[in-house]
């Protein structure tokens, strides 16, 4: 029918196929659901062959997932990459939304063209509407956007392509954060001093290490101790993984962080998170095209170019200290090491108090608690408490006979927490 009407229109038809890989996925990729019907596209597209006023537009993001049978000679045998626009093409698209709308006269979209790395069309268009909005709620009468309206809505909107990059303003506190004593401290003087007092810094003409190595096992309190510097000295927290910086942006994994870190300075102050900073490693990505070794070098060149009392904090994390590029670690560079372990006696103990904190309990023994619990991280100690918790519902469940109207008689115990230990094993081999 599609093709009875195309070669009837007058004088000629385009016909638009949406999401190509989904309407023609490639048979042979793992999970293709083999529904679509590529060889009804396939037909159509041999019928058009024949009919010089009709023309198949096909559209994907991936082009790699479309069946390679309709990407030949004779069917789609023209292919036009749209990538992420450049300043120039931003300039443009700006122009575009803002025919017949009202800008104060301070306004420049040269400006915001530039600061809008990794925007789409979809992204500006977006901005334009949320600084419309901005500008109506703030004026009475027909709005007039103004460039803080645009800098507010550039703020409020990121750029698609860097959608999983989340920035949050955590609530962790160090007192959110059993033991570690020594990290806390290391981490306190020398990315949270920096942004708290510079003069003292300015002062002993002393430098702020450009960015901090966080390094022990899984589940140990890295990621909770970025968040807490973050918390505590009010800066936004941007978090990237490595392996999803590798994975995510092929072939452009190197504006991934370029933009992460352009994000950064403009929400600045920003601790910028990179977990997994093992994976950017060239050793463990010898099968590509040298993507890890531009990353790193993107990496080296964004570090190298953060201000000595700059607003951006870099803090990675590894559970590989050996693996992490030697590059990375070099002075002026994540020049800092400091050490996660694996909890001692008191910090288990302290990280009971911490995960029971809030807890309707009954007498608790954390030390009893800490002793039986030799190689558990933090992490796994949080597992314990929710596993008590889990068995103090049951019994509750059991004793009301299934009424849970009335939760007062309700407490995780020691027995339940012991019971708790007893079902569970600390997660990381050969700890102690
Ligand atoms: P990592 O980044 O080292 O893998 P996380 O910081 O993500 O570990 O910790 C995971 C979870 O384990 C935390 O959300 C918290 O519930 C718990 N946890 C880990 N370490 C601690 C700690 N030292 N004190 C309190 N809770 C902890």
Request: glycine share 8%; aromatic share 4%.
């Amino acid at each position: 029918a599609v093709l009875d009407a195309a070669r009837d229109a007058e004088p000629g038809c385009v016909v638009f196929v949406e999401s190509l890989a989904a309407a023609a996925p490639d048979p042979t990729a793992d999970g293709a659901s083999g529904r679509g019907s590529p060889s009804a596209l396939g037909w159509l597209l041999d019928r058009v062959r024949g009919h010089d006023t009709v023309v198949v537009v096909g559209e994907t993001t991936d082009p790699d997932a479309v069946d390679p049978a309709l990407r030949r000679g004779g069917r789609f045998d023209a292919e036009v990459r749209v990538g992420v626009p450049d300043p120039a093409a931003r300039r443009a698209i700006l122009d575009v939304h803002t025919d017949g709308v009202r800008l104060a006269d301070a306004v420049s979209l040269d400006a915001v063209a530039d600061r809008t790395h990794g925007y789409t069309g979809a992204d500006l268009t977006a901005v334009l509407v949320d600084a419309a909005t901005r500008a109506a709620g703030s004026a009475a009468g027909p709005p007039v956007i103004r460039q803080r309206d645009l800098e507010a809505a550039l703020d409020a909107v990121g750029p698609s392509t860097l959608r999983d990059v989340s920035v949050q303003t955590p609530t962790t506190t160090y007192q959110d954060i059993g033991g570690l004593d020594r990290a806390k401290r290391e981490v306190v003087r020398t990315v949270e001093w920096p942004q708290r007092y510079p003069a003292l810094f300015e002062r002993l003409d002393a430098a702020a290490p450009t960015g901090v190595l966080l390094h022990g096992p899984p589940g140990t309190g890295k990621t909770m101790l970025a968040k807490a510097v973050a918390a505590s000295t009010d800066a936004n927290f941007l978090s990237v993984d490595g392996p999803e910086l590798m994975n995510r942006y092929v072939g452009e994994s190197e504006r991934g962080v370029r933009d992460l870190f352009e994000r950064a300075r403009r929400l600045a102050p920003a601790v910028v998170f990179l977990d997994e900073v093992d994976s950017l490693a060239p050793a463990r990505h010898d099968t590509d095209t040298g993507a890890s070794e531009r990353v790193v070098s993107q990496l080296l060149t964004e570090l190298d170019g953060l201000s000595p009392r700059g607003s951006v904090a870099v803090l990675a994390a590894t559970n590989r200290r050996e693996s992490v590029d030697p590059a990375l670690l070099r002075p002026g560079r994540i020049e800092t090491q400091v050490a996660v372990p694996i909890p001692d006696q008191d910090a288990r103990a302290a990280i009971f108090e911490v995960q029971l904190d809030g807890v309707a309990t009954g007498r608790i023994d954390t030390t009893a608690l800490a002793a039986a619990t030799t190689g558990y991280t933090g992490s796994d100690i949080a597992g314990v408490v929710r596993e008590g918790a889990l068995l103090a519902m049951e019994d509750h469940l059991r004793e009301t006979e299934f009424d849970a109207t009335d939760a007062s008689g309700l407490v995780v115990t020691q027995r339940h927490l012991r019971r708790a230990i007893e079902t569970t094993a600390p997660s990381v081999d050969g700890a102690g």
